[in-house]
C-alpha cells in the first residue's frame, strides 16, 4: 500500500480557498487517489476520488500532477464546518479493498 | 441520499461480555466493511466482506470478531470476550463496485 505524507494540519480564514497537499512517492498504476472528510465522532465521508489531471464536484476539486506522485485537495471558499480532519489515501479504487487512513490534517477554520 | 446506519449510537459493556454491533448497508452495495478508530487515534481497517464471506481482514480482527450478513439488509460485527482495549468507535461502510466507501455514524464501545 502507497504511503501518503500530509500537513499535521493548517488553519485558514474564512472565505478562503484551502489547498491540501498530499505526496504519494510510491503510487501504484492501478491506484486510485480519495480523499475523506472526518468530523469530530463522526464516520469519516467521502469527498472526491480521482486517477490523474483534475476532477471537480459540488464540493471540492482534486489536482493531480502527470507523475501521480502527489495531489492537492482544494476548498473553495471554507466556512466554520468545514473545520474537520481530511485524509488522503490511495489505493485500487474499485471492487473490495481496505482504505488505510494515515492521521489525516486538521483543518480549523477561524471565522 | 442513501445511508449507512448503524445500532447502537453507544453500546457499553462489562469486560469478557459478548457484543453485537449492527449496520444497515445501503442497499444496493456488494461489498462492507468494519473499521475502529480508538479515541484520538487513526481509523484502522478490521475487515471486509462480499458474497457472504471475509475478502480480507487486518491482524486486529482475531478469533474474538467474527462478522455476518443474517439476512439481506444487516451486517453485524461480533466481539465475543470484550476486553478494555475493544473500547473505540467501530464504523461500518458499504461500497458498489465502483468502490467508493460510505461510512455510517459509528457505533461507540465502551467496555468497563
Known amino acids: 500500500l502507497a504511503k501518503t505524507t500530509q500537513p499535521i494540519s493548517m488553519d485558514s480564514y474564512e472565505g478562503q480557498e484551502v489547498n491540501i497537499t498530499c505526496s504519494h512517492n510510491?503510487?501504484?498504476?492501478?491506484?486510485?487517489i480519495t480523499w475523506y472528510q472526518q468530523f469530530p465522532s463522526q464516520g469519516p465521508r467521502f469527498i472526491i476520488q480521482?486517477?490523474?489531471?483534475?476532477v471537480t464536484n459540488e464540493v471540492a476539486s482534486l489536482f493531480i500532477p502527470a507523475d501521480r506522485k502527489s495531489s492537492t485537495l482544494s476548498l473553495p471558499r471554507v466556512s466554520l464546518s468545514d473545520t474537520a480532519v481530511y485524509y488522503c489515501?490511495?489505493?485500487w479504487g474499485a471492487g473490495s479493498y481496505q482504505l488505510t487512513f494515515g492521521k489525516g490534517t486538521k483543518l480549523s477554520v477561524i471565522p | 441520499e442513501p445511508e449507512v446506519t448503524q445500532t447502537p449510537s453507544h453500546q457499553v459493556t462489562q469486560m469478557g461480555q459478548e457484543v453485537i454491533l449492527r449496520c444497515v448497508p445501503i442497499?444496493?452495495?456488494?461489498?462492507f466493511y468494519w473499521y475502529r478508530q480508538i479515541l484520538g487515534q487513526k481509523v484502522e481497517f478490521l475487515v471486509s466482506?462480499?458474497?457472504?464471506?471475509?475478502?480480507?481482514k487486518s491482524e486486529i480482527f482475531d478469533d474474538q470478531f467474527s462478522v455476518e450478513r443474517p439476512d439481506g439488509s444487516n451486517f453485524t460485527l461480533k466481539i465475543r470476550s470484550t476486553k478494555l482495549e475493544d473500547s473505540a468507535m467501530y464504523f461500518c461502510?458499504?461500497?458498489?463496485?465502483?468502490?467508493?466507501?460510505?461510512f455510517g455514524p459509528g457505533t461507540r464501545l465502551t467496555v468497563t
Open positions: 461502510a458499504s461500497s458498489d463496485i465502483q468502490g467508493k466507501q460510505y
Open positions: 442497499s444496493n452495495h456488494l461489498y
Open positions: 466482506f462480499y458474497n457472504n464471506e471475509i475478502s480480507e
Open positions: 510510491n503510487i501504484a498504476t492501478n491506484d486510485y
Open positions: 480521482g486517477y490523474k489531471t483534475k
Open positions: 489515501l490511495v489505493g
